[in-house]
């Protein structure tokens, strides 16, 4: 039996329809973003700007010690001169404190640093501040006297910036520890 012309006209024309279809839709999804070139290079500008104003660093805020009157049981002292009665830092095997404007800050020892006194460390670190002591072992006002040496004191902020340099003696007596609690 032969198809009738009338009914194989109309399914033809379904059949192209349906293949169509998909390309059509995918055709009208398919948008392109035209940009004009200033607008490329406002944007070049502007994310510039954002990382230039990320890497920016804040004022070096310099800090100036006050003197400490309670030793807190810390073994050792830096004093900005042999004659200054307080000193400004005491630390020890654990912790060393400074206080700036007021505010007593402290600082957690650095167990890998330099070991300047039985116990005691060169290195000690807060979260907003490094502390450095130095002393020449070489010179000869740092001999025969282990509980007594002229000494550097630095404090870098948290950008790795000196805020402070300061020269003058160390003193260590003997180590205090609190004591235990009871049981």
């Known amino acids: 039996m032969a198809k009738s012309p ?10 192209v329809a349906a293949l169509l ?16 070139p200033t607008s ?6 502007a994310i510039a700007a954002v990382e230039a104003a990320q890497q920016r660093l ?30 400004v830092f005491r630390f020890g095997a654990e912790v060393g404190r400074v206080m700036i404007d007021g505010d007593i800050k402290t600082f957690a020892v650095d167990h890998g640093s330099i070991e300047i006194y039985p116990g005691v460390r060169q290195q ?12 020449d072992v070489d010179d000869a006002d740092n001999r025969g006297n282990a509980g007594r040496w002229p000494a550097k004191l630095t404090i870098s902020d948290s ?8 020269m003058g003696v160390v003193t260590c007596g003997p180590q205090t520890r609190a004591p235990a609690a009871p049981l």
Not at 6 to 15: G, N, V
């Open 6 to 15: 009338r009914i194989a006209r109309p399914l033809h024309t379904l059949t």
């Open 21 to 36: 279809m998909p390309a059509l839709c995918l055709g009208g999804c398919s948008k392109t973003v035209v940009t004009a």
């Open 40 to 45: 490329i290079a406002e944007d070049a500008r």
């Open 58 to 87: 804040p004022p070096v805020n310099f800090v100036t010690l006050q003197p400490l009157a309670q030793s807190d049981g810390q073994p050792c002292a830096f004093n900005l001169s042999a004659s200054a009665k307080a000193p």
């Open 124 to 135: 000690y670190d807060s979260s907003e501040f490094s502390l450095q002591l130095q002393h």
């Open 159 to 166: 950008h790795e910036r000196m805020v402070l340099l300061a």
